[in-house]
């Protein structure tokens, strides 16, 4: 019987495949309509039809994608279900309310066979207008100076290929007047061109069309505001990059500081205090410390009182306070050894905190990224070759490795383990080479293409 009805229940979800694959593509796709009419105007989700900023672009586009991806998805399920099963039946009607506002109540019947080819129809216009959308085709006008007018290629052949963004990106008018040029320019019976089609393509420079355009942009009645808007875009997107970079500050050292006194300290010395007696020295580095100290103690006693500096001791005294001294000093270690343990803790929640904080909230990241780009790329030449050549001398010049091998040492007391000199001498070796590599690297890949004259500035003042 459970078998039975497994199968029955196996059988009626392969059935209802086909209509829940097209009921989650025509969701997706309404989704997207919404998306056009709420903040496009009906236009698609591009920024030739919204005034937004980059973050809100990269959250619509992201919002595009994912919507197109699912309807790509579970349009092939439905492709796929529906050369096994048939769609729900035909004579199954639906019922359509009207809006809320209408006047009179109606109630409109309507067939699932209709609805069927609606739902299709929705979902292909929506794949189809983004399909064009995305699409970057490319305009090739072939012009041959051969004597039997054909349009054959020849060794003399001109080729015009304008992309549909290069002609966008330079303005209207630029590319309305392209666009003419190449339509308006016929050939003759004879096979040769009626007026040259560069001289009419480039009859002014695009510098001069630039500034014609700036002009333009300049006398606009509206330009105030729009320098306004594109301010308060620009002032909202870094007070939230610096908000978001104080964040991952703060956030991991207050989780780090909170979970040790009131989380993991508590539980820590609880630990310790239930069982035998605590370990005093976590590693033989602060046994030795200890020890060390101690002498030192003992020493200065004895030579203050050689001096005179302290009234005359016997040797019972100065055993005893010693023995104080010692106590003390267990005492110290002691503690020294329970906050390296809640260090070791408290650590691992703040670097869980801040994981938490890159993943959940990745728009912010995106934001801090473009700022920190916008900081880098507009400095002049030379400052880039200052903070370059500080960097590198910082983390792999000459005289790196004694910074890396403090930072080493401080780390590693830190977590309270024994600081190795195999490793932090193995570290520093690698380590600095690896990100020297990247670093030039970079240079390389990027800013010397971004940015030659600042590359050549870094190499003339690092001779």
Do not use: C
Not at 81 to 88: D, H, K, L, N, Q
Not at 370 to 384: Q, R
Not at 423 to 444: E, Q, S
């Amino acid at each position: 019987m459970q078998n039975s009805g497994f199968f029955r229940s196996a059988q009626r979800w392969l059935f209802r495949t086909p209509d829940r694959a097209l009921n989650q593509a025509y969701e997706a796709a309404q989704m997207i309509v919404a998306i056009e009419r709420e903040y496009f105007g009906g236009n698609p989700i591009s920024t030739r039809y919204g005034s937004y900023g980059d973050s809100a672009m990269e959250y619509f586009q992201g919002e595009l994608k994912k919507y197109l991806n699912l309807i790509k998805v579970r349009m092939a399920e439905f492709r796929a279900s529906r050369s096994i099963v048939r769609v729900s039946e035909s004579r199954v009607m639906e019922v359509d309310l009207p809006a809320s506002e209408a006047d009179e109540l109606a109630v409109n019947v309507i067939d699932q066979q209709a609805m069927f080819f609606r739902k299709l129809r929705l979902v292909d216009e929506v794949l189809a207008r983004y399909a064009n959308l995305d699409a970057n085709p490319e305009r090739v006008i072939t012009l041959a100076n051969g004597s039997n007018g054909s349009l054959e290629p020849a060794p003399s052949a001109q080729v015009l290929r304008a992309k549909a963004t290069q002609a966008r990106s330079s303005g209207p008018n630029l590319a309305n007047q392209n666009g003419a040029a190449a339509v308006t320019n016929p050939i003759n019976p004879d096979g040769t061109r009626a007026a040259g089609l560069s001289d009419r393509v480039n009859v002014l420079p695009r510098s001069i069309l630039r500034t014609v355009d700036r002009i333009r942009q300049d006398l606009d009645p509206n330009a105030e505001q729009e320098v306004v808007k594109e301010f308060r875009n620009s002032k909202s997107k870094t007070t939230a990059a610096i908000r978001f970079v104080l964040l991952l500050v703060i956030v991991p050292l207050l989780t780090q500081q909170f979970t040790k006194a009131f989380i993991v300290g508590p539980i820590v010395d609880r630990v310790r205090a239930g069982g035998t007696e605590p370990e005093v020295f976590l590693n033989i580095e602060m046994e030795e410390e200890a020890l060390h100290e101690l002498q030192q103690f003992e020493e200065r006693l004895r030579f203050e009182v050689l001096i005179g500096k302290a009234p005359p001791l016997s040797e019972l005294n100065i055993e005893q306070r010693v023995r104080t001294k010692a106590t003390e000093i267990e005492d110290d270690y002691r503690d020294r050894s329970a906050s390296a343990v809640k260090n070791v803790f408290s650590d691992i929640l703040a670097a869980i905190a801040f994981a938490m904080l890159l993943v959940y909230r990745r728009q912010d990241v995106a934001n801090v990224k473009s700022f920190m780009d916008e900081i880098v790329y507009g400095l002049s030449d030379s400052a880039k070759a200052f903070i370059i050549i500080l960097f590198t001398d910082t983390f792999v010049g000459f005289h790196s490795p004694h910074g890396w091998e403090i930072l080493l040492e401080g780390l590693s007391r830190h977590l309270g383990l024994p600081a190795n000199r195999d490793f932090i001498f193995l570290f520093i070796a690698t380590f600095p080479v690896i990100l020297d590599t990247i670093f030039k690297y970079w240079i390389f890949r990027y800013l010397n293409r971004i940015s030659p004259s600042a590359v050549a500035t870094y190499k003339t003042m690092n001779e």
